[in-house]
């Protein structure tokens, strides 16, 4: 049986003419995509090619120059961020300090204003998926990096929303606890049947987790198909190059 976290319908994502510059310098050029409803897509590319930003539009944090960011068929780009049903992980999953491990979980429901009782039931279903039951109490200065990322998956989940959104949550791991977490922020994507839209700029990450792979460079789009496409039939050399393999 599914453990459905979301209570509503499954969304998609789609992005049309997605246009971003700062001071004047075109950093995504008129993208084109589309994220099915409970898939996995992955942003894959080289540093600076305009994966984050992209995120941070669909988010709502920055706001595009040009083009349609639509969630279920309906354009979001002027909904204010905490409307379009999406969280968030970053890179550096800023902890309060100050907070345990249960507070650091259920702040932004406190925040909304969800009662105490059912804060209460929502923190528990998301410890046991995240396997922080014995660490309520902890303070994060207490945990290793592996269960403080665990508790920013928490917080990211508890929320309850159909998107999320990750930029490089992994890239302060060691190699194997990447592997390890990669394995299970996509088992836990698949049970609670989220959409997700994970930024990486490692190939091994995106070809294991992935959906779909849409593979940028230069603020566009150079490949956009499921793993295998991209391995067995790279349509230009930077594709080859990029996913390492045999051109
Ligand atoms: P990636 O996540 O793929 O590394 P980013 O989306 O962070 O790439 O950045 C794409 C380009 O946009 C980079 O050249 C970066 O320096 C630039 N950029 C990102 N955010 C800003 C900003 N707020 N102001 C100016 N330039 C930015
Ligand atoms: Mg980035």
Redesign the pocket.
């Known amino acids: 049986m599914r453990a459905t976290v979301v209570e509503t319908s499954l969304s998609g994502v789609r992005v049309e003419h997605l246009t971003?510059a700062?001071?004047g310098?075109v950093?995504?050029d008129h993208i084109a995509f589309e994220v099915g409803a409970g898939e996995l897509c992955v942003?894959l590319?080289?540093?600076?090619?305009?994966?984050?930003?992209?995120?941070?539009l669909i988010a709502g944090l920055?706001e595009p120059n040009f083009g349609r960011i639509l969630i279920d068929d309906a354009d979001v780009v002027a909904m204010p961020p905490k409307d379009r049903r999406i969280s968030m992980v970053f890179q550096s999953y800023a902890l309060f300090p100050h907070l345990d491990v249960a507070e650091n979980i259920v702040f932004g429901l406190k925040v909304r204003g969800v009662p105490k009782a059912e804060r209460a039931d929502r923190l528990m279903r998301v410890v046991a998926l995240t396997g922080l039951s014995d660490y309520l109490d902890r303070k994060p200065s207490q945990l290793s990096g592996g269960q403080r990322q665990r508790v920013a998956l928490a917080r990211a989940i508890v929320g309850e929303q159909p998107i999320c959104l990750m930029?490089?949550p992994l890239s302060n791991l060691d190699a194997q606890l990447r592997g390890e977490m990669r394995l299970e922020i996509r088992a836990l994507q698949q049970r609670l049947g989220m959409t997700m839209i994970y930024?990486t700029?490692d190939q091994i990450e995106a070809m294991t987790m992935a959906d779909r792979v849409i593979l940028?460079k230069d603020?566009r789009i150079e490949q956009n198909g499921v793993p295998a496409d991209l391995y067995e039939r790279p349509a230009t050399m930077f594709t080859a190059r990029f996913i390492g393999a045999p051109a």
């Open positions: 971003k700062f001071d310098r950093v995504v942003l590319g080289p540093s600076g090619c305009g994966k984050s930003t992209t995120l941070r920055e930029d490089e930024v700029h940028m603020g």
